[in-house]
């Protein structure tokens, strides 16, 4: 996919289906409460005042072609399969205009959500690219992966038993890489978009990772650089644990995605565990925050000298 870093979905007519709760400007983010009484089962529970367009059967939530997250769909002209699956990945990420006023100016310019499946070795990398200022998704990246050091047959049990159960195992099957092609060919869509070059290395160029906990770049990353016998790559150096800054902004312990959703209440969209759909769900969580007027700023960067040892820059932590 070949997307410009303006959005081509900005201000699109599908209907917000984010629940953004406009909040009094007077109350500071510790005192705010949230005055959405609609029940966290409820689909769509946006405010009517802040719908475009009255739903039509087409808005109703249909789960990810995710050939097309990984730029595979071959079934584009299939009227039936486009009915069945969403193939819009801003879909229930799109932003209402409504909800800027308490919007603040951050120090990056991107936010690439990140949540990777998989205990033993990576089996998903997603990635969402939220622009800073209009909270708008500009891009997807989305591969799963294939485990390096695995035997056919334990692969086949791993898979059965983690994506079997969501119904995707055969999309696993059929489109996974392994972690050095994702790495290479994440790093092309990096360049892409003007985030990253190969010749400049170094970190991130106005953007940075948001992920929900310290696991996935602290501990996973390196673990499977190391089984895939790779390098670190440099712009995995630092991060945004989201959790932190929930914790410093709302004054709250929020211990995972299912807690900051539930507080917020933002209605969990799709299946927990894939991880497509927990970037998108986490990326939901960023843009109530960012909306609420959070600052994201970095918070674990490593150590260049010493790339094992990664310092916490928040006092306030979760641990
Ligand atoms: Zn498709």
């Known amino acids: 996919m070949a997307f410009s870093r303006v959005s081509p979905f900005r201000y699109g007519s599908l209907s917000s289906l984010i629940p953004y709760v406009s909040s009094p400007s007077s109350l500071s983010p510790q005192v705010r409460t949230f005055t ?15 719908l475009t367009a009255s739903p039509k059967a087409s808005d109703r939530w249909r789960p990810m072609c995710l050939y ?70 500009v891009d997807l990246f989305h591969r799963f992966v294939r485990p390096s050091e695995m035997s056919e047959q334990r692969i086949n049990e791993y898979i059965e038993g983690k994506y079997g159960k969501l119904g995707v ?51 996973k990353v390196p673990q499977q650089c190391k089984v895939s016998k790779m390098k670190l790559p440099p712009y995995f150096m630092e991060w945004i644990n989201l959790k932190d800054v929930y914790l410093n902004f709302y004054k ?40 609420d007027g959070a600052l994201l700023q970095i918070t674990a960067r490593r150590n260049a000298d010493s790339p094992e040892n990664v310092e916490f820059l928040f006092k306030n932590r979760i641990r």
């Not at 969403?86 to 800027?100: I, M, P, W």
């Not at 211990?255 to 759909?277: A, F, N, Q, V, W």
Request: glycine residues 4%.
């Open 169 to 219: 195992d055969r999309v696993w099957h059929d489109t996974a890489i392994p972690f050095m092609e994702v790495i290479q060919q994440f790093e092309a869509w990096l360049t892409q978009h003007h985030l990253w070059t190969k010749e400049m290395g170094g970190s991130l160029d106005q953007a940075a990772f948001v992920t929900c906990g310290n696991w996935d770049l602290k501990t």
């Open 252 to 291: 709250r312990r929020a211990t995972g995605m299912m807690t900051m959703m539930k507080e917020l209440r933002i209605p969990l969209l799709g299946s927990h565990h894939l991880g497509i759909d927990d970037t998108k769900n986490i990326a939901r969580v960023l843009q109530r925050m960012l909306a």
């Open 36 to 50: 959405l009484s609609a029940s966290i089962s409820t689909p769509h529970p946006s405010p009517p005042s802040l």
């Open 68 to 137: 097309y997250t990984q730029g595979k769909c071959t079934k584009m002209d299939d009227p039936t399969h486009l009915e069945t699956f969403n193939h819009n990945c801003s879909r229930e990420l799109q932003v209402n205009a409504a909800n800027f006023q308490h919007l603040q100016s951050q120090h990056l310019d991107f936010f690439l959500v990140l949540d990777l499946e998989g205990k033993i070795e990576i089996l998903e990398f997603p990635v969402l690219m939220i622009n800073a200022k209009t909270m708008d998704v």
